[in-house]
């Protein structure tokens, strides 16, 4: 053997361990592109679910964590006035909702989920629809849902968006800040919601 022949065989081998060293770097940064691509996948679902987004409650004259709920007395669809005052002792969640909006409607089969096996210990919920009657009944919730046609309640709780809710305690203060998507929406019905109904 003479030396070039030598010389071609080492180069081919060098050539082997490199393209398998390429092949097992190609192979580890592809697992590592799936992982990151669900990732991605799981984040744009969270995003898309999330609805529009909503102004910080400072810049839009809303509520803060503490302060006092604004006054929340509508008209219900089912007949008479229901009055935020008459869950006191007990939390609510106030969901902003609007009939029309895909958020709102994507969010519906969680909310009946939710309703069919609420806790015990569940805060109320009270849906303060943009929408009419006849519309808001078709939606089979069982909470009771009142109009806020004008949009007067919604801004006074510093709303610009649909599903948007915030939680008020037992005592009539904010008890969170105003959240905007169903997922935040979800995650006010309880730390346990979120992965029950999904």
Do not use: K
Request: aromatic fraction near 4%.
């Amino acid at each position: 053997m003479n030396a070039a022949t030598v010389a071609i065989g080492i180069a081919a081998a060098l050539l082997l361990i490199a393209a398998a060293a390429q092949g097992v770097v190609l192979v580890v940064l592809g697992r590592r592109n799936r992982g990151l691509r669900e990732r991605v996948r799981i984040l744009t679902a969270r995003l898309d679910d999330a609805g529009p987004v909503v102004a910080d409650a400072r810049a839009t004259g809303g509520v803060r964590v503490g302060s006092p709920a604004p006054p929340l007395r509508l008209p219900s669809v089912t007949g008479g006035v229901l009055d935020l005052e008459r869950y006191h002792g007990r939390d609510v969640v106030v969901l902003f909702w609007s009939p029309t909006c895909p958020f709102s409607q994507r969010l519906l089969p969680e909310l009946q989920a939710w309703e069919e096996r609420m806790p015990v210990a569940a805060p109320a919920l009270v849906v303060v629809s943009s929408g009419g009657v006849r519309v808001n009944l078709g939606t089979g919730l069982r909470s009771p849902i009142v109009t806020d046609p004008t949009g007067a309640v919604a801004r006074s709780f510093g709303v610009a968006g649909t599903p948007t809710a915030v939680r008020v305690d037992a005592l009539g203060r904010i008890a969170s800040e105003v959240r905007s998507g169903s997922f935040a929406v979800l995650e006010l019905l309880g730390p346990d919601v979120v992965g029950a109904v999904r």
